[in-house]
T-cell receptor, first 114, second 111 residues
Framework: DAGVIQSPRHEVTEMGQEVTLRCKPI?????LFWYRQTMMRGLELLIY????????DSGMPEDRFSAKMPNASFSTLKIQPSEPRDSAVYFC????????????FGDGTRLSIL | RKEVEQDPGPFNVPEGATVAFNCTYS??????FFWYRQDCRKEPKLLMS???SGNEDGRFTAQLNRASQYISLLIRDSKLSDSATYLC????????????FGSGTRLSIRP
């Protein structure tokens, strides 16, 4: 079975550039989550969707971050313009029904902003 | 006070030992609880859900204490492959689910 698929696996770019991270959830899962992980702050929930609708985006750091889920099988997280402090590992996860069900994580995108 | 707190460790124990760690949560309305493990430079993976009555999966036992607001994870007969960071997750229901990961407890099993 295909798990959560994220792309790219690694991204290195210069500050000021737009960064787009992509995620394909597990088929049949109706909840999708975006997380950011750093050594300093641990794993932080940025936003999550239920049935393609954003439910809680209180973790989105600022207006430079935006997330979309145009259909049940695809989501993007965009950072524009990117800054060095955005460097982190970004994980996407999906679950069958929100936070009360186990989440399955993708391999993550390791993002470095120079 | 953090909403979910874990002892960061590291816990360094010999192979075959029993080790336990706790995760405390501050909101009594918390509803769902999980333990995940995360290996270095890998994604978190579900270890087990935590049920009110407690549950066991092989060498792993999870307990929930609602009165004292903590969950625990016990690992018996620890293996070298158990070395990882263990994250607890608490889900709080309000108008929308709130999901909080603990910062993790590092466990190192030595031969």
């Amino acid at each position: 079975d295909a798990g959560v698929i994220q792309s790219p696996r690694h991204e290195v770019t210069e500050m000021g550039q737009e960064v787009t991270l992509r995620c394909k959830p597990i088929s049949g899962h109706n909840s999708l989550f975006w997380y950011r992980q750093t050594m300093m702050r641990g794993l932080e929930l940025l936003i999550y969707f239920n049935n393609n609708v954003p439910i809680d985006d209180s973790g989105m750091p600022e207006d430079r971050f935006s997330a979309k889920m145009p259909n049940a099988s695809f989501s993007t997280l965009k950072i524009q313009p990117s800054e060095p402090r955005d460097s982190a590992v970004y994980f996407c996860a999906s679950s069958f029904q929100g936070g009360n069900q186990p989440q399955h994580f993708g391999d993550g995108t390791r993002l470095s902003i120079l | 006070r953090k909403e979910v707190e874990q002892d960061p460790g590291p816990f360094n124990v010999p192979e075959g030992a029993t080790v336990a760690f706790n995760c405390t949560y501050s909101n009594s309305a918390s509803q769902s609880f999980f333990w995940y493990r995360q290996d270095c430079r890998k994604e978190p993976k579900l270890l087990m859900s935590v049920y009110s009555s407690g549950n066991e999966d092989g060498r792993f036992t999870a307990q929930l204490n609602r009165a004292s607001q903590y969950i625990s994870l016990l690992i018996r007969d620890s293996k070298l492959s158990d070395s990882a960071t263990y994250l607890c997750v608490v889900t709080l229901y309000s108008s929308a689910s709130k999901i909080i990961f603990g910062s993790g407890t590092r466990l190192s099993i030595r031969p």
